[in-house]
């Protein structure tokens, strides 16, 4: 079993639709969370960054942890064309040890 | 905040070519600094992880004779390709990290290498 189980899509959305992008992982000892945003032949950019349970909001975008369940989301509202990418979680506990996800294709179409 | 620049972004070069790569945190000081692979349409696959003034850390499977990280400051590590062959033909990260414990990384743009 992986770490970090991450469906790779593709997820085609119209543009203005509520996007949700999940995670799920199997070591109750990450306590950091991460999203990042790919775009095709780019480094990820962080787009998010929470600990343990519950919500962060940044402008469209909402990061949501559910230790319990060991499952996160990203909500993107009212998306756009430019959301369109890839997108990767990651999480961590303590140390340098990283766990990503496999990372979740999006396509926003206008 | 948090810029990590890597260079170059693109290398084309000849087979048994050793090819360089810099990456640098412009604005924080990096303790760790990770280099990744990349394969079309597959995530990050992580190959070796440094810290400022010792010597890398080599994950299972990455030649670390092929593959030399070099972290001799906290804003510079280079990731030295030996000898390349068309077979290393790849989509290289470096990210970044400070010494905070809890602080995520933070990636360069990539560099794209292709061997004749």
């Known amino acids: 079993q992986k770490e970090v189980e991450q469906d790779p899509g593709p997820l085609s959305v119209p543009e203005g639709a509520i996007v949700s992008l999940n995670c799920t992982y199997s070591n109750s000892a990450f306590q950091y969370f991460m999203w990042y945003r790919q775009y095709s032949r780019k480094g990820p950019e962080l787009l998010m960054y929470t600990y343990s349970s519950g919500n962060k909001e940044d402008g469209r975008f909402t990061a949501q942890v559910d230790k319990s369940s060991k499952y996160i989301s990203l909500f993107i509202r009212d998306s756009q064309p430019s959301d369109s990418a890839t997108y990767l979680c990651a999480m961590t506990g303590l140390g340098n040890k990283f766990y990503f996800g496999s990372g979740t294709k999006l396509n926003v179409k206008p | 905040g948090a810029v990590v620049s890597q260079h170059p972004s693109r290398v084309i070069c000849k087979s048994g070519t050793s090819v360089k790569i810099e990456c640098r945190s412009l604005d924080f000081q990096a303790t760790t600094m990770f280099w990744y692979r990349q394969f079309p349409k597959q995530s990050l696959m992580l190959m070796a992880t440094s810290n400022e003034g010792s010597k890398a850390t080599y994950e299972q499977g990455v030649e670390k004779d092929k593959f030399l990280i070099n972290h001799a400051s906290l804003t510079l590590s280079t990731l030295t390709v030996t000898s390349a062959h068309p077979e290393d033909s790849s989509f290289y990260i470096c990210?970044?990290?400070?010494?905070?414990?809890?602080?995520?990384?933070?990636f360069g743009d990539g560099t794209r290498l292709s061997i004749l």
């Open positions: 990210s970044a990290r400070s010494d905070s414990s809890n602080q995520p990384q933070h």
